[in-house]
């Protein structure tokens, strides 16, 4: 091969490589605008789709929280209020027992009016107190 043949094979070469590097460099052109635009778009995706997906969600974790605390402000009321109930019982059946106690001294002895009167009193005020609404 002389070197007008080699010239001519190396012009051959650049013509049909010529092609290929402009579509290689119109396939990084492409590629780069796609790459801004996937980019773009995934910021557009965020802004407008997830954080305001994520807000809400936080505002609900938030929302479920405060009812959850609200709940348990609930419960502890309602466990004071037992404790109270439970105190009440007692000192009711401790009443009660007393008021037997007496009554049965009574039957067995001579009352008076005036213990009669008292231990009346008592009963009443123990039956104002276990059938009242108020508690």
Do not use: W, Y
């Amino acid at each position: 091969m002389d070197e007008k043949d080699r010239q001519e094979m190396i012009e051959i070469v650049r013509e049909a490589v010529q092609p290929l590097e402009s579509d290689i460099q119109n396939l990084r052109e492409q590629t780069r605008r796609d790459t801004q635009s996937l980019q773009q778009d995934i910021q557009s995706l965020s802004e407008d789709v997830i954080q305001p997906f994520m807000e809400m969600v936080a505002r609900r974790f938030d929302q479920v929280d405060a009812r959850l605390d609200r709940l348990e402000q609930r419960i502890i009321a309602v466990e004071q209020r037992m404790t109270n109930v439970e105190r009440q019982f007692v000192r009711l059946n401790d009443e009660i027992a007393d008021i037997k106690t007496l009554l049965k001294q009574h039957q067995e002895g001579h009352p008076t009016h005036e213990e009669i009167d008292a231990l009346e009193a008592r009963v009443t005020k123990l039956e104002a107190e276990v059938f009242s609404d108020t508690d």
